[in-house]
């Protein structure tokens, strides 16, 4: 499974990025808002950090706006994915890019029938928001489950992202469902690292070595 980090915070994206186990970034406008920076100059700065595919979105309502996006963004770096929400005029909007070789990832996917959509357009990515899914008190990861079956039965070439990751309940499943790609914060990154007996594994071999390094 691939694993992307969802933020726009430059400085998480190259702490973990270093780590060497990033293939890319997702960013949305409420998560470059609360950069508080250009958007892209944001954008460009997390181009030069990661190697992968980068997902910036338009906010467009209307098709054509959204191409008109999509083209300027998409000069900033050859990674750069377009992210389009999921309406009739996003569908629209990455039949058109994706033809023209622009990569768009159609995002506030909460359905079946709606990644069937996008799958169809032709989009690159789709992602389904597992975590809103489980605010309404539905099970996200059913969603994905089912996006994945159906997906086979067409064999299309669309690479789901597990979005709207909270925990590692989350990322557990995309990966035994075997999801192409989770897009994980920053946080839940590090909690994937961490296990109480691995802490008292290293305490206790530091504990049994001292006892016999002067020896
Ligand atoms: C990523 O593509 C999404 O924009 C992001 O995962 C949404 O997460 P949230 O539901 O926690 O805002």
Known sequence: MKIFIDTADVKEIKRLNSIGIIDGITTNPSLIAKEGRNFEQVVKEITSIVNGPIS????????????????????????????????????????????????????????VTQALLAAKAGASFVSPFVGRIDDIGKKGMDVVKDIIETYKNYDFKTEIIVASVRNLEHVKEAGLLGADIATIPPQIIDEM????????????FLEDWDKVKSK
């Not at 690292?193 to 206790?204: A, N, Q, S, V």
């Open 56 to 111: 910036a979105e338009a906010i467009s309502l209307d098709a054509e706006g959204m191409i008109t996006e999509a083209k300027k963004l998409s000069k900033i770096h050859k990674n750069i994915v377009v992210k389009i929400p999921m309406t009739s005029e996003g569908i629209k909007a990455v039949r058109v890019l994706e033809k023209e070789g622009i990569k768009c990832n159609v995002t506030l996917v909460f359905s």
């Open 193 to 204: 690292f961490k296990h109480e007996l691995t802490d008292k594994g290293i305490k206790k």
